[in-house]
């Protein structure tokens, strides 16, 4: 396992599901962190005083809605102030609106696209500076398995675009020593997908496996693609 001592990883929609697993990956390999989380503060701070207490790494909570552009700059701002940069970064956080095309509303497809893709952009945009004057740098995106569900036009068509957004920004970075990646994982057991779980359900008996990811899993996968570069 690498040793991120000394690393500021930045994951938004850290407070629970698969952000809260890879929070906890990067502290047990060392790094400091910086959770951003839209609006549950008590479980986004016990996670930072779990991650103080058994890894002895610094770790502060963010309330910040990824979609507002302002917003996430101030929030880059303080937490260079507080932790001095940021290495890694994890676009993380996502929500689902799901709906019947035929009856979608626009508000609906647009927030989903606010959150899940422009999230992302808001977050490199403003974590590239302090990328381009180190060198060095990992972002990694959370997208989604790329099937298209029935009732999830918006959220499909965001996480296209989010592997989109992920392949151009990493030509545009990697000459200058920062990564960027996708991880793009099927049904994983979160408060997202609870409302599938013990249904007699057709997505479910598609996957290979017979049972969801663990959000863990998907951790492990987002720390294996931090420490690329030159
Ligand atoms: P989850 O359990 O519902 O957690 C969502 C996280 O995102 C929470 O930390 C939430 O913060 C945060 N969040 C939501 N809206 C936000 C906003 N506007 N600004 C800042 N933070 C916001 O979801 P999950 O299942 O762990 O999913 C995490 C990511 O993995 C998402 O991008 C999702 O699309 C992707 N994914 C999930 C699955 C799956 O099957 N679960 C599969 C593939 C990909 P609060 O706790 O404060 O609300």
Known sequence: ???????????????????????????????DVAVVYAGNQELAEALCAQCAADYGVKAIAYRCDVADFAAVK????????????????????????????????????DRVLDVDLKGAFHFIRHCTGLFLRK??????????????????????AAKAGLIGLTKAVAKELAPKGITCNAVAPGFVATDMTKDLEGQDNV????????????PEEVAGAGAFLAPMGR
Request: charged letters at 15%; proline letters at 1%.
């Open 1 to 31: 396992m690498r040793d991120f001592t000394g690393k500021v990883a930045l994951v938004t929609g850290g407070s629970r599901g698969i952000g809260a697993a890879v929070v906890k990956q990067f502290a047990s390999q060392g790094a």
């Open 74 to 109: 101030d929030t880059v701002n303080q937490v260079k102030k507080d932790f001095g940069s940021v290495d890694i970064l994890v676009n993380n956080a996502g929500i689902t609106q799901d709906g019947l095309l035929a009856m979608m509303k626009q508000e609906a497809f």
């Open 135 to 156: 060198k060095a740098g990992a972002i990694i995106n959370v997208a989604s398995g790329l099937i298209g569900n029935a009732g999830q036009a918006n959220y499909s």
């Open 203 to 214: 997505l479910l008996a598609a996957i290979p496996l017979g049972r969801m990811g663990q």
